[in-house]
């Protein structure tokens, strides 16, 4: 399956069941807080808060979108099987329409069934002292047969804000070939700049699996670069570079 393939078999799974496109978003934010736009989730940062105005903008509160990011946070790892500064992030979000369970069904059904792959493990978000364990997540996918749930801690499985504040909330991660490609996120709290979650009156879902990661995974290849989407690129630059003795 070629990356537009994957693209547009991802759009079409969520539009069938429920979901509008949106478009990815400006890579200059409209958020003050950061300078670039770095997840799915930015352009819809409001709409967590007020998923009723979610419904009034978008005519629903179930999305999905491909937004193109820019991330600098793990710039020490760029450059290696696969992590990149620019990237396209295949999202589904729900502002009060569905939560973990429909979620973590919806991602499973699409790597399992309509990309014919393999979960080897999930992690879930372990616990500290602000946020409890989260058990349901674990339940769920034991539900599905997923056996191998790991749990981790707040810097594996616990994302947000993006920028000073915002919504966050515990993750569950799905490895395939022992590579991180889907955070499925349920955003319960809003992080103030003071660092402290409030719960959120509607929790909400934000997901984002990187393109350059899946290709890798459903094209059978060790890292990004030997994926359709740098193979091209590759080629044509050998082409072009004169060769030195």
Known sequence: MSSAEIRQC?????????????????????????????????????????????????ETRNIVSIQKSFRTSD????????????????????????FKKEAIELAYEFI????????????????DDQVSLDGESKKIWQTLGVKDVRERGRADNFWGPTGAEGPCGPTTEIYVNNL????????????????????????GVDTGMGLERLAMAVQGQNNIFGTDLFTPLLASLSDALPLRI
């Open 112 to 127: 399992t069934r309509e990309l014919s792959l393999t979960v080897d493990y999930v992690t879930i978000f372990a616990g």
């Open 180 to 203: 991180e490609i889907w955070n499925l996120v349920f955003n319960e709290y809003y992080c103030r700049p003071n660092k402290t979650l409030e719960p959120l009156t509607s929790s």
């Open 75 to 98: 710039i020490d790892e760029v450059g290696d099987d696969s992590h990149l500064t620019f990237f396209e992030m295949l999202g589904n979000f729900s502002f009060g329409g569905y």
């Open 10 to 58: 991802f759009l079409n799974f969520f539009t069938c069941r429920g979901h509008k496109v949106v478009p990815s978003s400006s890579l200059v934010p409209d958020d003050p807080s950061v300078l670039l736009t770095t997840a799915g989730m930015q352009q819809f940062k409001k709409y967590y808060l007020e998923p009723d105005v979610a419904e009034r903008d978008l």
